[in-house]
């Protein structure tokens, strides 16, 4: 029988989030049954929920959750009823060419669940899409075993459902895709959730040089408590590619475009070391968005790439967890607003203004 289950459901883009009594199937072979004990907000649920990236709807969004299990389906062995696990964008089915190798964190199956698929959730006989296989809006949601991960059952749900996107994403991003060396220089252009994480990574690694870039002044303070050397309001600023290379002494070393916006990357970009500088896309364009640059910016030896969840595997999650519960890592400062299901509506409208880091759902 199907599980009568309370999610915030939207029924087209720009539509109003609509808590309803949603049927879940229980799990099938391969996959586990969760509860969903927080999920928090996040820019790409933002972008699906807006129409920037395709989805279909009625959908439940949702991706960033700590849970619990509560039934296994057939043959599942590795995971059992109780167990604390984080989902991740990024499966790991390990048997792709992709899984097999170290250049990479992607599994093949990342792509595929990026579009909508069969999914577990209907209202009124009706399918209803959970967003990149996962819909955490729901007090109960049905997942693939290859797309989670245990981790501990000291650590609380409020803080380390971020460890399942944007923690992840601006951590691995200096840590382990640029993998920043000590005594070097890092420009971060957005200092969001995953740009202050990117400044804690790059603090971590040894940076001597971390340089916060936001139009939002308030910002200062928790960048500079979490690692930043220098902040920068880019409107205050007549020729940011030209002061940022200054203050870098030619060129940084590592940036991080973590906004968003094509012509942000590619200021990001231009204010790198021309002869070894690398600067990573981190943020999520639009779609059908496009970015260029002057061919002679690449001839030298300035690197232009990305890295998607922060060059994190689903692995990793474990292992981040650890360094919150331990203190190595601060995340209860990003945790802005907590919020009840019925609230997701108001956390979007924040997130548009500006006016939280992070807003986690407490369910």
């Known amino acids: ?13 720009n539509q109003p989030f609509v808590v309803e009594e ?43 959750a700590a849970c619990v299990v509560v039934e296994c389906g057939p043959g599942v062995t590795q995971f059992k009823v109780g167990d604390h696990i984080i989902p991740f964008l990024i499966p790991h089915c390990g048997k792709c060419a992709y899984c ?22 209907s209202l009124g006989g009706k399918p209803i899409t959970q967003l990149w296989g996962l819909g955490t809006f729901a007090e109960y949601t049905v997942l693939p075993v290859d797309t989670i991960a245990k981790v501990r059952d000291d650590a609380p749900f409020d803080p380390i459902c971020y460890i399942g996107c944007g923690a992840t994403t601006g951590l691995g991003a200096a840590l382990f895709a640029a993998k920043v060396e000590r005594g070097s220089s890092v420009i ?6 995953i740009g202050l994480n990117v400044v804690q990574g790059a603090r ?9 870039i936001d139009t939002n002044p308030e910002k200062e303070s928790i960048a500079r408590r979490f690692g930043a050397t220098e902040f920068v309001d880019p ?28 012509l942000v990357m590619r ?31 690449l001839m030298m030896g300035r690197h232009w790439t990305g890295c998607y969840m922060g060059g ?19 995340l209860d400062s990003l945790v802005t607003h907590r919020l009840k299901l019925e609230q997701i509506g108001e956390g979007f409208e924040m997130m548009k203004r500006g006016e939280s880091i992070r807003s986690v759902v407490v369910l």
């Not at 971060?188 to 959730?193: A, D, I, K, Q, R």
Request: some cysteine.
């Open 1 to 13: 029988m199907p599980l009568n289950v309370r999610a915030a459901v939207v029924h087209g883009p």
């Open 22 to 64: 949603v049927q879940l199937e229980g799990p099938r072979a391969g996959e586990v049954l969760v509860q969903v004990k927080t999920t928090g907000l996040c820019h790409s649920d933002l972008h699906a929920y807006e129409g920037k990236v395709p989805w279909q709807f009625p959908a439940i969004l949702g991706h960033e």
């Open 100 to 121: 097999q190798s170290p250049k990479t964190n992607l599994c093949v199956e990342a792509f595929a669940r990026l579009r909508p698929r069969e999914s577990r959730f």
């Open 188 to 193: 971060v252009f957005g200092l969001g959730g």
């Open 204 to 212: 971590l690694a040894g940076a001597k040089t971390i340089i916060g």
């Open 235 to 262: 409107r205050k600023v007549e020729k940011l590619t030209s002061h940022l290379m200054k203050l870098t002494g030619g060129g940084a070393d590592y940036t991080f475009e973590c906004i968003g916006l094509p």
């Open 267 to 297: 200021q990001a970009f231009e204010c790198t070391n021309p002869a070894w500088g690398t600067s990573y896309v981190v943020g999520v364009a639009p779609s059908g968005s496009e970015v260029s640059a002057i061919p002679g910016n």
């Open 312 to 330: 994190a595997r689903l692995s990793r999650l474990p292992e981040i967890v650890d360094w919150y519960v331990d203190k190595k890592i601060d």
